[in-house]
């Protein structure tokens, strides 16, 4: 009986708008690019917070066949990068909805990590994928210093509180205890890569998680991802050549845009908004500098 209901209206059909067509399969795509975690109103980066809303639209679009993530990151923070994951997991494992990773330029460090909460990753043959490890990096400045004659003058309550800092010789403990905590972190690491993607993997602990980075075949091989396809031509390949993919734009609130204005009007003006925009580019050029990008 339904199926002849469904070829009685079937010539309808053109009648009604793509988006409320219940024969027309739809994948929403969420774009997760930039650095993860380094964020100013006129470079926005990735954060929970920003992508929170996103991926909650994106979950919740009617008859959604899967959800694609389109990334192109060279990682960031840690925290930001785990906290993105695990909202991803718990929205695909409460609606019941696959996840498609396609990574552009980069997937590497934390942008690798986003890439993990889809169960398949998809990449273009040039695409940078992997470094599975932790890096910090810091200047010194001590012998500058004392060319120029400045004192340094700290105080602080706990023996710890002024580790690390870049205007004092370097300790040999400080650094010991900086190593243990990107240890821990890398541990972490590892294991949600494992976890994630199981006996695909096809390389020893040392090579996967050396921090190295690789192009698409050599990333295949080594299972840290699937196969090679690009956003729109893979999902009209599994999906036919009718499926939507509408892009789930971040909303910028009232009080973002107010940040907004706030800042470009700091531009316009030398104040120091422009400052920190300047700081947080270096930021984000070292992040991709690394990969050569």
């Known amino acids: 009986m339904a199926s002849f209901l469904e070829n009685l209206l079937a010539p309808l059909n053109v009648l009604i708008p793509a988006r409320f067509r219940a024969d027309i399969p739809v994948v929403p795509v969420v774009r997760l690019s930039g650095v ?3 964020t100013t109103p006129l470079r926005p980066g990735i954060t929970l917070a920003g992508v929170t809303r996103t991926l909650d639209r994106a979950f919740a679009v009617p008859r959604a066949r899967a959800v694609a993530l389109l990334i192109n990151s060279p990682g960031g923070s840690p925290t930001q990068s785990h906290l993105i994951f695990r909202r991803i997991r718990q929205l695909a494992e409460e609606k019941k909805i696959p996840v498609i990773a396609f990574i552009e330029d980069a997937g590497a460090s934390g942008g690798y ?3 993990c909460a889809a169960d398949e990753i998809v990449c273009d043959d040039y695409s940078i994928v992997g470094s599975i490890g932790v890096i910090g990096g810091s200047f010194g400045f001590p012998e500058l210093m004392k060319k120029l004659g400045i004192e340094r003058r700290i105080y602080t309550s706990g023996e710890r509180k002024a580790m690390l800092d ?5 300790n040999p403990d400080d650094v010991a205890r900086i190593k243990l905590i990107q240890a821990d972190i890398h541990a972490h690491f590892i294991e949600l890569v494992k976890k994630r993607r199981g006996t695909k993997l096809n390389g020893d602990d040392k090579t996967l998680f050396s921090g190295e980075f690789w192009t698409a075949g050599k990333a295949i091989e080594l299972g840290l991802a699937d196969c090679r396809g690009e956003l729109r031509a893979t999902l009209r390949e599994r999906y036919g050549d009718k499926v939507r993919t509408p892009v789930i734009a971040v909303e910028r609130g009232f009080l973002g845009r107010r940040l907004m204005g706030a800042q470009l009007s700091d531009l316009t003006r030398g104040h120091g908004g422009f400052a920190d925009d300047v700081l947080a580019a270096l930021e984000e ?9």
């Open 113 to 115: 990590m986003l890439a």
């Open 285 to 293: 050029r070292a992040h991709w500098s690394r990969y050569g990008l």
């Open 36 to 38: 993860i975690g380094v």
């Open 166 to 170: 870049p205007f004092r010789e370097e």
